[in-house]
Protein backbone atom coordinates (compact mmCIF):
# COMPACT_ATOMS: atom_id res chain seq x y z
CA UNK A 1 0.00 0.00 0.00
CA UNK A 2 1.07 3.41 -1.02
CA UNK A 3 2.16 5.56 1.10
CA UNK A 4 -0.21 8.33 1.93
CA UNK A 5 0.84 11.96 2.55
CA UNK A 6 -0.04 13.43 5.95
CA UNK A 7 -1.61 10.82 6.46
CA UNK A 8 -2.77 10.99 10.46
CA UNK A 9 -3.79 15.18 9.61
CA UNK A 10 -5.82 13.92 7.01
CA UNK A 11 -7.59 11.59 8.49
CA UNK A 12 -8.26 13.31 11.75
CA UNK A 13 -9.32 15.77 9.64
CA UNK A 14 -12.27 14.15 8.44
CA UNK A 15 -12.55 12.70 12.07
CA UNK A 16 -13.45 16.45 12.68
CA UNK A 17 -15.66 16.96 10.32
CA UNK A 18 -17.57 13.52 10.37
CA UNK A 19 -18.46 14.56 14.04
CA UNK A 20 -19.56 18.25 12.69
CA UNK A 21 -21.71 16.81 9.75
CA UNK A 22 -23.66 14.36 12.00
CA UNK A 23 -23.82 16.50 15.16
CA UNK A 24 -22.23 13.41 17.32
CA UNK A 25 -21.53 14.98 21.26
CA UNK A 26 -18.49 14.67 23.38
CA UNK A 27 -18.14 10.75 23.59
CA UNK A 28 -20.09 9.67 21.02
CA UNK A 29 -17.57 11.83 18.46
CA UNK A 30 -15.51 10.67 15.34
CA UNK A 31 -12.20 9.68 15.69
CA UNK A 32 -8.70 8.26 13.94
CA UNK A 33 -6.27 6.33 15.50
CA UNK A 34 -3.70 3.10 15.00
CA UNK A 35 -5.03 0.79 16.39
CA UNK A 36 -2.76 -0.19 18.95
CA UNK A 37 -3.76 -4.53 18.96
CA UNK A 38 -3.55 -4.47 14.99
CA UNK A 39 0.38 -5.73 13.63
CA UNK A 40 1.74 -3.97 11.62
CA UNK A 41 -0.76 -1.35 12.86
CA UNK A 42 -3.80 0.20 10.61
CA UNK A 43 -5.68 3.35 10.96
CA UNK A 44 -9.30 2.83 12.37
CA UNK A 45 -11.84 5.20 12.30
CA UNK A 46 -14.06 4.87 15.49
CA UNK A 47 -17.57 6.61 16.62
CA UNK A 48 -20.47 5.24 19.14
CA UNK A 49 -24.12 5.16 17.94
CA UNK A 50 -24.77 7.68 15.17
CA UNK A 51 -24.78 6.59 11.11
CA UNK A 52 -24.23 3.57 10.58
CA UNK A 53 -20.98 2.02 8.74
CA UNK A 54 -21.97 2.13 5.81
CA UNK A 55 -23.39 5.57 6.13
CA UNK A 56 -20.08 6.64 7.75
CA UNK A 57 -17.58 5.18 4.93
CA UNK A 58 -19.95 7.32 2.11
CA UNK A 59 -19.64 10.46 3.64
CA UNK A 60 -15.70 9.60 4.85
CA UNK A 61 -15.57 9.28 1.11
CA UNK A 62 -16.53 12.16 -0.44
CA UNK A 63 -14.42 13.99 2.03
CA UNK A 64 -11.01 12.63 1.36
CA UNK A 65 -11.55 9.30 -0.54
CA UNK A 66 -7.37 8.50 -0.88
CA UNK A 67 -6.60 8.89 2.53
CA UNK A 68 -9.33 6.02 3.10
CA UNK A 69 -7.43 3.14 1.89
CA UNK A 70 -6.68 0.60 4.13
CA UNK A 71 -8.86 2.20 7.14
CA UNK A 72 -10.74 0.11 9.09
CA UNK A 73 -14.20 1.14 10.12
CA UNK A 74 -15.45 0.38 13.46
CA UNK A 75 -18.74 1.71 15.12
CA UNK A 76 -19.64 0.91 19.41
CA UNK A 77 -22.67 1.31 21.21
CA UNK A 78 -23.39 2.97 24.39
CA UNK A 79 -25.12 1.24 27.15
CA UNK A 80 -28.32 2.97 26.55
CA UNK A 81 -28.04 1.89 22.81
CA UNK A 82 -27.87 -1.87 23.72
CA UNK A 83 -30.68 -1.52 26.01
CA UNK A 84 -33.32 0.32 23.83
CA UNK A 85 -32.27 -2.98 21.07
CA UNK A 86 -32.50 -5.25 23.40
CA UNK A 87 -36.28 -4.00 25.07
CA UNK A 88 -37.18 -4.03 20.64
CA UNK A 89 -36.04 -7.14 20.07
CA UNK A 90 -38.21 -8.44 23.23
CA UNK A 91 -41.27 -6.95 22.11
CA UNK A 92 -40.67 -7.94 18.32
CA UNK A 93 -39.36 -11.53 18.90
CA UNK A 94 -41.04 -14.60 18.72
CA UNK A 95 -44.40 -15.60 20.15
CA UNK A 96 -44.59 -16.67 23.86
CA UNK A 97 -45.95 -20.06 24.36
CA UNK A 98 -47.05 -21.04 27.44
CA UNK A 99 -44.93 -19.77 30.47
CA UNK A 100 -41.91 -19.26 27.71
CA UNK A 101 -39.50 -17.53 28.44
CA UNK A 102 -37.46 -15.41 24.88
CA UNK A 103 -33.89 -15.72 25.04
CA UNK A 104 -31.97 -11.73 23.86
CA UNK A 105 -28.08 -12.61 23.39
CA UNK A 106 -25.65 -9.46 22.99
CA UNK A 107 -24.75 -11.18 18.90
CA UNK A 108 -28.54 -10.80 18.07
CA UNK A 109 -28.68 -7.43 19.46
CA UNK A 110 -25.46 -6.51 18.23
CA UNK A 111 -26.74 -7.10 14.59
CA UNK A 112 -30.28 -5.54 15.15
CA UNK A 113 -27.98 -2.52 16.13
CA UNK A 114 -25.60 -2.84 13.45
CA UNK A 115 -28.73 -2.16 10.97
CA UNK A 116 -30.07 1.20 13.11
CA UNK A 117 -29.07 4.80 12.39
CA UNK A 118 -28.74 6.68 15.52
CA UNK A 119 -29.44 3.61 18.09
CA UNK A 120 -31.21 4.62 21.16
CA UNK A 121 -34.50 4.62 22.65
CA UNK A 122 -37.60 6.16 20.45
CA UNK A 123 -40.02 8.10 22.98
CA UNK A 124 -40.33 8.66 26.45
CA UNK A 125 -41.25 5.23 27.72
CA UNK A 126 -37.97 3.63 26.01
CA UNK A 127 -35.63 5.93 27.49
CA UNK A 128 -37.12 5.34 31.02
CA UNK A 129 -37.35 1.77 30.80
CA UNK A 130 -33.65 2.04 28.97
CA UNK A 131 -32.35 3.79 32.06
CA UNK A 132 -33.72 1.21 34.42
CA UNK A 133 -32.33 -1.78 32.29
CA UNK A 134 -28.90 -0.29 32.31
CA UNK A 135 -29.06 0.25 36.13
CA UNK A 136 -30.02 -3.01 36.67
CA UNK A 137 -27.52 -4.36 34.65
CA UNK A 138 -25.11 -2.57 36.27
CA UNK A 139 -25.85 -3.89 39.73
CA UNK A 140 -25.51 -7.34 38.16
CA UNK A 141 -22.07 -7.07 36.56
CA UNK A 142 -18.74 -5.91 37.52
CA UNK A 143 -17.26 -5.88 34.04
CA UNK A 144 -19.91 -4.11 31.81
CA UNK A 145 -19.92 -1.93 28.44
CA UNK A 146 -20.39 -4.54 26.18
CA UNK A 147 -23.75 -4.96 26.26
CA UNK A 148 -23.23 -8.42 27.43
CA UNK A 149 -24.80 -8.15 30.95
CA UNK A 150 -27.43 -5.85 29.60
CA UNK A 151 -28.93 -8.50 27.26
CA UNK A 152 -28.76 -11.24 30.19
CA UNK A 153 -30.46 -8.66 32.62
CA UNK A 154 -33.40 -8.50 29.87
CA UNK A 155 -33.51 -12.42 29.15
CA UNK A 156 -33.84 -12.94 32.87
CA UNK A 157 -36.77 -10.37 34.15
CA UNK A 158 -38.62 -9.30 31.13
CA UNK A 159 -39.88 -5.91 30.38
CA UNK A 160 -42.57 -5.29 32.57
CA UNK A 161 -40.44 -4.87 35.56
CA UNK A 162 -38.86 -1.43 33.30
CA UNK A 163 -41.74 -0.09 33.83
CA UNK A 164 -41.50 1.52 37.45
CA UNK A 165 -38.32 2.20 39.30
CA UNK A 166 -37.89 3.23 42.83
CA UNK A 167 -42.00 3.15 43.29
CA UNK A 168 -42.66 5.92 40.17
CA UNK A 169 -44.18 3.85 37.16
CA UNK A 170 -43.99 5.27 34.02
CA UNK A 171 -47.77 6.07 32.44
CA UNK A 172 -49.50 2.63 32.19
CA UNK A 173 -52.59 2.69 30.34
CA UNK A 174 -55.76 1.57 31.63
CA UNK A 175 -55.68 -1.65 29.64
CA UNK A 176 -51.67 -1.89 31.00
CA UNK A 177 -52.49 -1.41 34.99
CA UNK A 178 -55.34 -4.16 34.87
CA UNK A 179 -52.97 -6.30 32.83
CA UNK A 180 -49.81 -5.78 35.51
CA UNK A 181 -52.62 -7.01 38.14
CA UNK A 182 -54.23 -9.76 36.40
CA UNK A 183 -52.82 -11.54 33.95
CA UNK A 184 -51.77 -14.60 34.69
CA UNK A 185 -50.23 -17.80 32.73
CA UNK A 186 -49.49 -17.09 28.88
CA UNK A 187 -50.92 -13.42 29.05
CA UNK A 188 -49.05 -12.93 32.06
CA UNK A 189 -45.72 -13.84 29.99
CA UNK A 190 -46.35 -11.86 27.12
CA UNK A 191 -46.96 -8.81 29.72
CA UNK A 192 -43.94 -9.85 31.54
CA UNK A 193 -41.25 -10.06 27.90
CA UNK A 194 -42.72 -8.20 25.40
CA UNK A 195 -45.66 -5.68 27.41
CA UNK A 196 -48.22 -7.40 24.95
CA UNK A 197 -51.45 -6.32 27.52
CA UNK A 198 -54.47 -8.06 28.07
CA UNK A 199 -57.21 -8.15 25.73
CA UNK A 200 -60.10 -5.62 26.68
CA UNK A 201 -62.64 -8.77 27.34
CA UNK A 202 -60.38 -10.56 29.35
CA UNK A 203 -58.99 -7.53 31.39
CA UNK A 204 -63.04 -6.42 32.40
CA UNK A 205 -64.32 -9.99 32.90
CA UNK A 206 -61.08 -10.05 35.73
CA UNK A 207 -62.16 -7.40 37.26
CA UNK A 208 -65.56 -7.99 37.51
CA UNK A 209 -64.96 -11.05 39.01
CA UNK A 210 -62.92 -9.70 41.58
CA UNK A 211 -64.85 -8.11 44.45
CA UNK A 212 -62.50 -6.78 45.93
CA UNK A 213 -61.02 -4.61 43.40
CA UNK A 214 -60.03 -1.35 44.38
CA UNK A 215 -62.14 1.89 42.99
CA UNK A 216 -59.55 2.74 40.65
CA UNK A 217 -59.03 -0.88 38.91
CA UNK A 218 -62.97 -0.58 38.59
CA UNK A 219 -62.70 2.91 37.14
CA UNK A 220 -60.01 1.50 34.60
CA UNK A 221 -62.00 -1.26 33.37
CA UNK A 222 -65.24 1.13 32.80
CA UNK A 223 -62.61 3.26 30.60
CA UNK A 224 -62.33 -0.02 28.64
CA UNK A 225 -66.75 -0.22 27.88
CA UNK A 226 -66.09 1.95 24.52
CA UNK A 227 -63.71 -0.87 23.41
CA UNK A 228 -65.91 -3.77 24.77
CA UNK A 229 -68.83 -2.00 22.60
CA UNK A 230 -66.55 -2.05 19.95
CA UNK A 231 -65.61 -5.41 20.15
CA UNK A 232 -68.98 -6.56 19.99
CA UNK A 233 -70.39 -5.00 17.01
CA UNK A 234 -67.35 -6.12 15.01
CA UNK A 235 -68.97 -9.50 16.73
CA UNK A 236 -72.40 -8.81 15.73
CA UNK A 237 -71.68 -7.59 11.93
CA UNK A 238 -69.83 -10.91 11.23
CA UNK A 239 -72.89 -13.12 12.60
CA UNK A 240 -74.94 -10.83 10.71
CA UNK A 241 -72.84 -11.67 7.73
CA UNK A 242 -73.53 -15.48 8.03
CA UNK A 243 -77.37 -15.32 7.84
CA UNK A 244 -77.23 -13.18 4.91
CA UNK A 245 -78.63 -15.46 1.77
Same mark, same amino acid.
Given at each position: ?13 V ?21 P ?33 G ?41 L ?6 ? @? ?16 A ?8 ? @? ?5 E???? @???C ?54 E ?11 L ?7 A ?9
Amino acid at each position: MAAVPRRAERLRKVAWKLTEQYGLPRGREVTAELDPYSRPKVWVIEWRDGPTEAQLRRAAAKLDKEVLEGVGFRREYSDQAYAAAAIRFLRDGEPIQDEYRPDVNVYQVRRLLDSMKNP @GPRDARERFMSAVLVKNAERQSSVFGD @GDAICREATQE @GLACLLWDKGAYSSLSPIEMLTERYATGRASALWRYRLIPMTAPEAFAAVQADYQASPEQIAAALSLLPQLHAALDTAAASLQERLSP
